[in-house]
């Protein structure tokens, strides 16, 4: 989710004309989904028009999960933590993976100092965007020099990081 804050600077305020181009473009490319939704985006349309020089107008978006790009990112993981030898819980070895890759929030520890927590990826708490980020920040630790030789400790004579690319082959970001 990313939340946008926007003021209205000192320019002229467009002609007629100038708005008229405008709606033709945004209408004209994107509507609501209903009724209501079609109100509501004129509506915030009417009122980023209608601000003053200096007025602040703050609003928050969200782009929608893609299914099969979900999809992608647990088949990925799951082939991983199938393969691996170290975690017995998915639960554990997830959020193992999502504060190694970064996505993290910071939390007070017991001892004063602070401690990450895995940051959900729940579909109501990471849009599509922040979940591209978080599937290529994860490819990227999986990938990087301290994953593969933790996850398989005991491989001889081979490897690990050549058995880390044998289990993401086809797991890449984009699922279309």
């Given at each position: 989710m990313a939340?946008?804050?926007?003021?209205?600077?000192?320019?002229a305020k467009p002609s007629?004309?100038?708005?008229?181009?405008?709606?033709?473009?945004?209408?004209g490319m994107v509507d609501g989904l209903g009724q209501d939704d079609k109100r509501g985006w004129r509506?915030?349309?009417?009122?980023?028009?209608?601000?003053e020089p200096g007025e602040i107008l703050e609003f928050?978006?969200?782009?929608?999960?893609?299914?099969?790009?979900?999809?992608?990112?647990?088949?990925?993981?799951?082939?991983?933590?199938?393969?691996?030898?170290?975690?017995?819980d998915?639960?554990?070895?997830?959020?193992?993976?999502?504060?190694?890759?970064?996505h993290v929030t910071w939390a007070a520890g017991a001892k004063g100092g602070v401690v990450p927590l895995a940051k959900s990826i729940s579909y109501s708490k990471a849009d599509e965007e922040e979940?591209?980020?978080?599937?290529?920040?994860v490819l990227d630790f999986l990938r990087g020099n301290d994953c593969a030789p933790f996850l398989w400790p005991h491989l001889?004579?081979?490897?690990?990081?050549?058995?880390?690319?044998?289990?993401?082959?086809?797991?890449?970001?984009?699922?279309?």
């Open positions: 939340r946008l804050t926007l003021f209205r600077n000192q320019k007629d004309a100038d708005l008229e181009r405008a709606r033709y473009v945004v209408f509506h915030f349309w009417r009122r980023i028009a209608k601000l928050e978006t969200r782009f929608l999960r893609n299914g099969k790009h979900h999809r992608l990112f647990f088949a990925m993981i799951t082939a991983v933590y199938d393969s691996q030898e170290r975690f017995t998915f639960e554990q070895f997830r959020h193992w993976l999502l504060i190694n890759a970064g979940f591209i980020t978080v599937h290529e920040k001889k004579g081979q490897d690990p990081f050549d058995m880390m690319e044998g289990v993401l082959d086809g797991f890449e970001r984009n699922p279309d």
